[in-house]
């Protein structure tokens, strides 16, 4: 029988997760966002987990990938400065997402499997002290400097619940970049699907369960892997947000207002003088 009592012993019993999503942010975009309302309604629905919080890792500035295979001519990433900047207006609607700069500030670019390996072992700490500040200091902080990073996550109560679990949530183009000769290497891939596990959002022109089905080390562990599929498949990519702002065109609604009049003063992205 439904009752409250039950209600909250379930609550407090529930595994708790933090979802980590990695990448460019080259801009964060809307669908950045979605990814993660979509990540933690799915888990939350499984009733078997209970998200408490979202991280947004932006890589730093020696992520050459897009050098070597996008853009023969050169890096189109923005300085960290400016997509951490824009992450920061785009989750000021959000309380339950934060910025995490420890990964951009790196003096090199660091493989997925360590960012969360820092995370996690952040995680334990955290659950360990028990001293850490609540969300709310976040939003109060109106007379400190908008520049300043606040990396304060919830706190943890520590006692009798286990710590949090860390999952990495992505598309699922990151989840088939699996794929690429070179590109990950097994022993990360192993350990980010077996020892965390993955919140992965279906994306136009990608098919995760046929790509876990053709891989035994993902098939393996098949079930610390969450396929959530996005139904309205209005596919808005980074790479074409970019293209766009270079031609001079719109992208209201593609990215938060503020996102774009960031890009707008700060001239990214090759966006044309008026
Ligand atoms: N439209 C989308 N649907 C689902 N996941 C997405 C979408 N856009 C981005 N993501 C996911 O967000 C994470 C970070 O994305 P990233 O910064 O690489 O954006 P992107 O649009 O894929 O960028 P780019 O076009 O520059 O490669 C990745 O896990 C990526 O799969
Ligand atoms: O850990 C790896 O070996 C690894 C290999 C390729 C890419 N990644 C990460 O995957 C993310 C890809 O982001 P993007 O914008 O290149 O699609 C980014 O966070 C990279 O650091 C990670």
């Excluded at 998200?51 to 070597?68: F, L, Q, R, T």
């Excluded at 997509?83 to 609607?93: E, L, P, V, Y």
């Excluded at 702002?245 to 003063?265: A, F, H, N, Q, T």
Aim: aromatic share 6%.
């Amino acid at each position: 029988m439904f009752s409250l009592h039950n209600l909250k012993r379930n609550m407090a019993t529930t595994p708790k997760v933090v979802l980590i999503a990695c990448g460019s942010f080259n801009p964060v975009t809307n669908m950045h966002m979605r990814m993660f309302e979509l990540g933690r309604d799915a888990l939350n629905k499984t009733g078997r987990f209970h998200v408490i919080e979202g991280i947004i890792s932006p890589v730093s500035d020696h992520y050459k990938k897009k050098a070597i295979t996008m853009n023969p001519l050169g890096s189109d990433l923005a300085p960290a400065k400016h997509r951490t900047h824009m992450i920061k207006q785009a989750i000021k609607t959000s309380d339950w997402i934060r910025l995490d700069t420890w990964e951009s500030e790196q003096s090199q670019w660091l493989e997925t499997e360590k960012v969360l390996t820092h995370h996690r072992e952040a995680l334990d700490s955290r659950y360990n002290a028990n001293i850490h500040p609540t969300p709310t200091k976040r939003r109060k902080k109106t007379k400190t400097n908008e520049d300043e990073v606040d990396n304060s996550a919830p706190r943890i109560v520590a006692g009798s619940e286990e710590p949090p679990v860390l999952k990495l949530l992505c598309g699922a183009d990151l989840l088939e970049s699996f794929g690429t000769p070179g590109l990950w290497s097994d022993e990360d891939i192993e350990t980010i699907v077996g020892k965390h596990g993955l919140v992965c959002i279906t994306r136009a022109g990608t098919n995760p369960q046929k790509f876990i089905y053709e891989s035994d080390m993902l098939t393996k562990f098949q079930e610390n892997i969450l396929i959530v599929t996005e139904w309205m498949t209005n596919e808005i990519s980074a790479t074409k947000v970019r293209r766009a702002l270079g031609r001079g065109e719109s992208v209201k609604y593609l990215l938060p207002d503020p996102v774009i009049d960031y890009i707008r003063e700060q001239r990214l992205y090759g966006v044309p003088d008026k």
